[in-house]
């Protein structure tokens, strides 16, 4: 199980650093393996967890929801350049015909 929550650990920090660096799509790659090594977690037979453990998994819980906040803010703000940048791109075209 601990070797579980370790690969859950660096799931959570490759997720972060493909936040940090805008790289959405290979985030969703990641966010994909977390999903499946949670539901590892949660669907073992033998899932005896300490009060550590317990923790563990809460704080993961929290650091997951962060990130997803972040990628959301980040997936806005690029729909928001891409929708800009779109305008001004027909607008340019516009003038161009003139």
């Known amino acids: ?11 959570i920090e490759e997720l972060e650093a ?11 790659k990641v966010l994909t393996n977390l999903d499946l090594s949670l539901k590892k977690i949660f669907t073992s037979d ?8 317990v923790v563990h998994l809460q704080n993961c819980y929290a650091n997951i929801s962060a990130i997803n ?4 803010q980040q997936k806005g703000d690029v729909t ?3 929708s800009r940048h779109l305008g001004n791109k027909k607008k340019i075209n516009a003038y161009k015909s003139i």
């Open 1 to 11: 199980m601990s070797a579980e929550l370790a690969k859950l650990e660096d799931h």
């Open 18 to 28: 493909h936040c940090q660096a805008g790289e959405l799509e290979s985030a969703e």
């Open 46 to 53: 033998d899932i005896n967890l300490t009060q550590e453990q």
């Open 69 to 72: 906040d972040r990628l959301r």
């Open 80 to 82: 928001t350049q891409l």
